[in-house]
């Protein structure tokens, strides 16, 4: 069975800086394409960011775009996030895809979910 964590939430002010992590358990994580959702308190879950197995290709929510990076080295997914809004107050997910290439940008397209990791950013 895949297991699929993330780590590094926090409370934090607005216009401060969080880098999430993502490991995956398994196969190796370059095997998988990953992707960030999250959820906040009576919201639906929400597409975030996602990269391909290689890195070479990424995509972005709108909301995120110019604050938020997503990158992944041999082991780690990672979401670099700048500039938080208190709009940005939310449950982050991580999911995973195991030999999918491209970028996968809905809930549907991922096999795996992480627990989920919290993210509050105070105004």
């Known amino acids: 069975q895949v297991q699929v964590v993330e780590s590094g939430g926090g409370l934090v002010q607005t216009g401060d800086s969080l880098k999430l992590s993502c490991t995956t358990s398994g196969r190796t994580f370059s095997a998988y394409a990953t992707g960030w959702f999250r959820q906040a308190p009576g919201k639906e879950r929400e597409f975030v960011a996602a990269i391909a197995r290689n890195g070479g290709s990424t995509s972005y929510a709108d909301s995120v775009k110019g604050r938020f990076t997503i990158s992944r080295d041999k082991n780690t997914g990672y979401l670099q996030m700048n500039s938080l809004k208190p709009e940005d107050t939310a449950v982050y997910y991580c999911?995973?895809?195991?030999?999918?290439?491209?970028?996968?940008?809905?809930?549907?397209?991922?096999?795996?979910w992480g627990q989920g990791t919290q993210v509050t950013v105070s105004s």
């Open positions: 999911a995973a895809r195991a030999f999918m290439s491209g970028v996968l940008t809905t809930m549907r397209e991922y096999d795996y």
